[in-house]
């Protein structure tokens, strides 16, 4: 495969026009229009959303947010974290290496990550390193996220 290039989507009517074609193939739950929607302000303004192209077309994106360490239920020490969201790539770019590419790109900031699963994605995310977190039923609320942690970094004891 060749070199991929995750960058920093703008938030413009261009992006919304690429997000659309996700949400023809993907989950409405894992559609971003929505949340690109309520975001549309400048091209300069921070993005929250990350994608890779193949030539002209988004081909896989997602959502990385950066959670403040005094709402860190999650890991041990509490600390800074990311919460990445919404991970698609369109069917046809399946099996390329590209959701794994994004997964990387987060891992890069050297931070534990927390996701909640869609869809049969299990064994994705544990390809990539991500274990299940022990079940909280106050914190989860339903559901079942997973998380990594760079070293050095343990699970919050439930």
């Known amino acids: 495969m060749q070199e991929v290039k995750v960058e920093r989507l703008l938030i413009n009517y261009k992006?919304?026009?690429?997000?659309k074609?996700?949400?023809?193939y993907g989950n409405q739950e894992l559609s971003m229009l929505e949340d690109l929607q309520?975001?549309?302000v400048e091209n300069n303004s921070e993005s929250?959303?990350?994608g890779i192209y193949y030539g002209d077309t988004l081909v896989a994106r997602m959502s990385l947010y950066k959670v403040?360490?005094?709402?860190d239920a999650y890991f041990d020490p509490a600390?800074?974290?990311l919460e990445l969201w919404k991970l698609e790539v369109l069917?046809?770019?399946?099996g390329k290496g590209y959701g794994k590419a994004l997964?990387?790109?987060a891992k890069k900031y050297d931070l534990p990550i927390k996701t909640n699963p869609r869809i049969n994605s299990h064994g994705f995310w544990e390809k990539m390193n991500f274990q299940k977190a022990k079940y909280d039923m106050e914190r989860d609320l339903g559901e079942n996220p997973l998380i990594w942690l760079p070293e050095g970094v343990n699970e919050k004891a439930v």
């Open 79 to 81: 600390q800074d974290y």
């Open 48 to 50: 929250p959303f990350y």
């Open 21 to 24: 074609r996700f949400k023809e």
């Open 38 to 40: 309520s975001n549309i």
């Open 91 to 94: 069917p046809h770019y399946r």
């Open 68 to 71: 403040d360490k005094k709402y």
């Open 103 to 105: 997964v990387d790109f």
């Open 15 to 19: 992006t919304l026009e690429e997000f």
